[in-house]
């Protein structure tokens, strides 16, 4: 695999430089379908890479105490916290497109990959 410096992202436009870190993206249907995340579908970025691959698996695999932490699939009072503040790594929208358009937006701020952004 090649190594591209960080001085060739810069010269990169933003979409591909998000591309780049977001992707894979899996998109799940919201358990509760919207109640708590606003939106019936949840896209969950770049969840193979490092710490915030370890929690987007931990969030997909449905790990730990799902009833009590922080999780949008737990318990109501889980899903509430969790989407009272979610990371930046995950888009919500009432359609597969739209949770993806929400995740990109949320990020445009993100100077990917020179800032990890919330994770």
Known sequence: MTQISMEHWRNVPWDERFEAWAYPIAV???RYGGVYSGGRWIAVAGFSRGRMGEAALKMLN???????E????GSDTGADNFWCDPPKWVGVGNTPDEAIAALK???RDVDWPFDDGKD
């Not at 922080?70 to 699939?73: R, V």
């Open 28 to 30: 799940i249907s919201d």
């Open 105 to 107: 937006a949320k990020n």
């Open 62 to 68: 449905y790990e730990g105490d799902i009833e009590t």
């Open 70 to 73: 922080s999780n949008p699939w």
